[in-house]
């Protein structure tokens, strides 16, 4: 049985673990936010656009602190039905160039999820995705299909793929594969998957194929 010492160190590792995703998140976010700053002073006539971009990441900072306190807190995510498409859509945002490719049967496909998680989640899984194959734009394939009792999400990239010998700690913390990653973005993403009662996982590529493939799989009541 564990003590009372050991529920409080794996608490306190929790919360470190959170508090490094946190970080990592919000890096993200205030480098969009002083790019669009320093654009916005060279053009002050032209600086709506980069104005609109700080306040939507500003906003964007907030929920990340919100979202992931939440997660520390062991808390569930509070689901409410949303559009599949427009968390997609949402995730996109200052991840950099890449050719999205979507098949989602039916476009008004609705999930159960908390709209803010689920978009880091996915903002995870492209960010990633735009890493590894820089300086060429990948192609990302996001693939949506309801089985009995669970929707399944695959996105499918054209990257170098994984390597083997790491796939079975991928979604750890700190284990990144990638020079200059943290290795805080997939275990941030199987974190979130959790909270909704679900799943992710690595997939198998096609013969022939490279790239990563992940697997999520989420409850449908």
């Not at 929790?14 to 946190?22: K, Q």
């Not at 995730?91 to 098949?103: C, K, L, N, P, S």
């Not at 669970?150 to 594969?177: H, K, N, R, S, Y």
Request: glycine share 8%.
């Amino acid at each position: 049985m564990a003590s009372a010492n050991d529920d409080v160190r794996e608490r306190l590792a929790v919360l470190g673990e959170i508090a490094a995703e946190v970080a990592h998140e919000l890096r993200n976010v205030l480098q969009v936010i002083t790019a669009s700053a320093y654009l916005a002073k060279q053009d002050p006539a032209a600086s709506a656009p980069h104005l609109v971009k700080i306040e939507r990441n500003a906003r964007t900072a907030h929920g990340i602190v919100d979202d992931l306190m939440s997660l520390a807190r062991g808390e569930p995510a509070k689901a409410e039905p949303i559009l599949l498409v427009d968390v997609l859509l949402a995730a996109r945002a200052d991840v950099g160039e890449a050719d999205f490719r979507d098949e989602i049967e039916p476009t008004s496909l609705r999930v159960r999820a908390h709209a803010g998680l689920l978009t880091r989640l996915f903002h995870v899984l492209y960010e990633n995705a735009v890493a590894v194959t820089a300086p060429r734009p990948p192609t990302l394939w996001t693939r949506a299909r309801l089985v009995p009792g669970a929707l399944l999400i695959e996105v499918d990239d054209d990257g170098p793929g994984i390597d083997p010998a790491m796939a079975p700690q991928v979604f750890d913390p700190l284990v990144t594969g990638r020079s200059g990653g943290t290795g805080l973005g997939l275990a941030l993403a199987k974190r979130i998957a959790g909270a909704h009662g679900g799943e992710i996982a690595l997939g198998s590529p096609q013969e022939g194929r490279t790239g990563a493939i992940c697997l999520l799989t989420l409850p449908t009541s």
